[in-house]
């Protein structure tokens, strides 16, 4: 199966997953990248099935509505019942590693905002150790090359990803040759440099269910 034909099997999978838990009154989570992308369209028929949706990125805000699909201001909603959306890396926690796409503030702050965070991914983005992608730190554009500094300090090599500004008006540093032994430490050590918005590991609010997509069918896990 090709990597795409993964992507739709777990967007399936997502939808089997929340359709029995759906109520009229349901406002979503919606991440944001091409998975989720596949989620939303797989959502769409079911549009009359719930409320809306809150979105983790303009992009995906604009897909749902493309779809029929009302999209909330968080604040105007408070908890949602599922967020679903992709990943960059996975471990056997259900740590992640998010923010390919330059949505990871949005994202985490979905993600915390709701009662199961449902992470869809193909098979490649499985590992033993987070790291081998580059985690992305979205800064404030003013402190960036302070942040790189400390990043540095901290063994990365940070790579300004030039030309990006992401929904919040901010920049993204993407950190290489940066393997991570222990993502809860590693959040919240590098939540703590001034300027730091956000970085890419969910870790402290992981997900609570994998649904991964393999050659042998869709694996669903819940945290080890
Ligand atoms: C965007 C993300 C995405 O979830 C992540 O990059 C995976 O994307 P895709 O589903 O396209 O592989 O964190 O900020």
Do not use: W
């Not at 944001?32 to 719930?50: E, Q």
């Not at 193909?122 to 979205?138: I, M, N, T, Y």
């Not at 063994?155 to 950190?175: F, K, S, W």
């Not at 590693?186 to 994998?210: C, H, K, P, S, Y």
Request: net charge negative; with cysteine.
């Amino acid at each position: 199966m090709t990597q795409d034909e993964l992507k739709d099997a777990v967007a399936a999978a997502a939808i089997d997953e929340i359709r029995p838990r759906l109520e009229r009154d349901s406002v979503l989570g919606i991440g944001t990248g091409s998975t989720a992308n596949r989620f939303i369209d797989r959502l769409a028929p079911l549009r009359d099935d719930f409320r809306g949706a809150v979105a983790s990125s303009e992009a995906s805000a604009e897909r749902l509505r493309g779809h029929g699909i009302e999209v909330f201001e968080l604040n105007s909603v408070g908890t949602v019942p599922f967020y679903i959306d992709g990943a960059d890396e996975v471990n056997a926690h259900l740590h992640l590693i998010k923010g390919g796409g330059g949505a990871l503030t949005r994202e985490k702050i979905v993600a915390a905002c709701a009662e199961r965070f449902i992470c869809i991914v193909d098979a490649s983005k499985r590992v033993e150790r987070l790291g081998e992608f580059p985690l992305p730190v979205e800064v404030i554009p003013m402190a960036r090359s302070y942040v790189a500094r400390e990043l540095v300090r901290l063994g990365a090599d940070p790579v300004y990803r030039e030309g990006v500004v992401t929904d919040n008006g901010n920049q993204i540093l993407d950190c290489y040759d940066f393997p991570i032994d222990d993502p809860l430490t590693m959040e919240a050590r590098l939540n703590a440099i001034v300027g730091v918005v956000t970085n890419g590991l969910f870790a402290a609010r992981g997900a609570d269910v994998l649904l991964l997509g393999t050659e042998q069918g869709v694996e669903r896990t819940t945290p080890a």
